[in-house]
Every structure is written in C-alpha cells, then in structure tokens.
C-alpha cells in the first residue's frame, strides 16, 4: 500500500522548484531593477547633467537659473520612463527587463512628459528667478511666502501629472486637471510627495546634487509608492 501523504510531503511542488520567487530574489530584483534604470535615467539626462557642471563652473549666479531650467529639460521624459519601468517590473529574478521597459515607455512618453515637465518647469523658473533677486526687485520680504507655496504646489502638482502620463493615457489638458483633482482629493499623497521633496532638498544640502540625482530611481520607486491610493483611483474611476 503506497503513503500518498508521505509521498505528497516529499515530492517539491511546482511553485516550490520555481527559480527567483523567493523574498530575497524577489529583493534582489528591484535593486537590479532599481540599477539599471538608474543608469539609463543618467544616460537620458547626460546632456543636461553636463550643462549643469559646466554651469556650476561659473558660480551660482541668479543670471544662471534659466539656464538651468534648460538643462533640466531632459529629466522629465527620463523621469517619466523611470516611473513607467520600476511600475512594470516583475517581481521574478529570472525574468527581467528593465531596460526594455524603460525605452518603451519613453518612446511611449516622451510629448506627454514634455506637455507636464515644460510648463511646470518654465513657471518653477520664473518663482526662482523673483526669489533669487528680491533685493533687486524691491518687494516686500513676505511675498517668499507665497511664492514658496506657489512652487512647493506646482513641484506637488507635477508629481501628480508624471505619475499619471506615465501609466495612462490621457489628454493633456486631462492630465493636468487630474493632477490638481488628486491634490485635494488624496491629501496623504500631497503630504508624502512633500516628505519626498524635502528628503531630496536635505540630502543635496548634506552631501550634492550628484548625490540626489545618483538615487532618482530611488525616489522614482518611491513617488510610485507612495502614489498608489491615487494610480487605483485613476484606474477604477477614470478609465474604461
């Protein structure tokens, strides 16, 4: 008479003999994953990265903020395929791709992100550009204020809208009102996107912007999650 139960117990089971499902494989799939986009993230911002350096060769001048902004022209689209790749990675060591997922959704998302990051960018400048020369200008000190607010709102709003051009498709105009929509709408992904501002700001004052920029897949990982409540509502709510 055979044991079935022993044999069942002894005999590996189909999910048990899989290769790289396990928690480690698993972890060690999102810092590889987590690697590579990293390094076609720096690729894709190469040109801006440089202008920066040769910007910072010249010293800190207000005269330099619009130029900056040009160089950081790049980091929209990158950031965008950076958010669309760690979101479709795979939890399964054996099978990775990366790199195929950041292309495609670059070449998915390139005029989409430029739609979002230029005009966020081009405002961020002008905000930058009164801070930076209030003795000049003459106004009063309380207007950084609201000038603050207005910049720290539209870094917030631009979270919003990479996130959801990355993943979906919309107009637009549709993105950026959903992107204003999920401010109030889901107030803890405002205030986390917040805390990631100010953990970005932090670390380039202790260390570099070198620093920052060298963990961008980090906090494109990061926004990802903690933009979750609003990616489910934009897919139960506002897609067919």
């Known amino acids: 008479m055979t044991d079935t ?4 117990s002894v005999v590996p089971t189909a999910a048990a003999r899989r290769f790289g499902t396990g928690p480690l494989s698993r ?3 999102l810092v ?3 690697l590579v986009v990293e390094l076609l993230l720096l690729a894709a911002c190469l040109p801006g990265l440089a202008g920066l350096v040769l910007l910072g060769l010249f010293g800190r001048a ?3 903020v619009p130029l900056a902004a040009v160089c950081l022209l790049p980091a929209g689209p990158a950031l965008s395929a950076a958010l669309y790749a760690v979101h479709r990675r795979r939890a399964d060591l054996a099978d990775l791709r990366p790199a195929a997922a950041f ?3 670059y070449a998915m998302n390139v005029r989409g992100a430029l739609k979002v990051w230029v ?4 405002w961020l400048t002008v905000v930058a550009v009164v801070l930076v020369n209030f003795p000049a200008a003459g106004v009063p000190d309380w207007w950084t204020v609201p000038l603050v607010v207005v910049g720290v709102a539209t870094v917030l709003w631009t979270a919003n809208a990479l996130v959801i051009t990355s993943l979906f498709t919309f107009r637009g105009r549709d993105v950026a009102r959903l992107a204003a929509y999920f401010l109030f709408r889901t107030p803890r992904v405002a205030l986390g996107d917040a805390g990631l501002l100010v953990a970005a700001a932090g ?3 202790v260390a570099t912007e070198a620093a920052t920029t060298a963990l961008a897949s980090v906090f494109a990982a990061l926004l990802l999650l ?3 409540t609003m990616i489910a509502e934009v897919r139960d709510g506002f897609t067919a």
């Open 5 to 8: 139960t022993t044999a069942t």
């Open 27 to 29: 972890a060690a799939a």
């Open 32 to 34: 590889y994953t987590l």
């Open 62 to 64: 207000a005269a330099n």
């Open 103 to 105: 292309l495609r959704g």
């Open 119 to 122: 005009p966020a960018l081009a």
């Open 203 to 205: 670390l380039t004052l």
């Open 226 to 228: 903690n933009s979750r």
